[in-house]
């Protein structure tokens, strides 16, 4: 499985999911916009470990939306949730979205 990216969040293959089951399928909240990335479609379980979010999807897919980006169809498997940095001269910072 490849990484699969939607505006600033990147879902990178894992390994195993295991963390506390989070009861709600959004993976991110736009900072700025008020918007979110979030599973609308398929089955799937969101859970959390020492900060960091992994996506399971049990169905064969699970679709990936969010008002501003095209949705997105998730392969069955284990994924980990990660929110992209980009450089900027003060330092890393998170991308806004």
Do not use: F
Not at 4 to 24: M, T
Not at 75 to 93: L, S, T
């Amino acid at each position: 499985m490849q990484p699969i990216r939607q505006g600033d969040v990147i879902l990178l293959p894992a390994q195993q999911a295991e963390g506390k089951k989070l009861p709600h399928l959004t993976l991110a909240e736009g900072e700025v916009t008020g918007h979110a990335h979030r599973i609308s479609k398929g089955e799937a379980e969101l859970l959390e470990r020492d900060g960091t979010l992994y996506l399971r999807v049990l169905s064969k897919e699970a679709i990936l939306t969010h008002e501003e980006h095209k949705q997105i169809s998730i392969p069955q498997g284990n994924w980990m949730v990660r929110i992209q940095r980009e450089y900027e001269p003060a330092g890393w910072r998170y991308v806004a979205d």
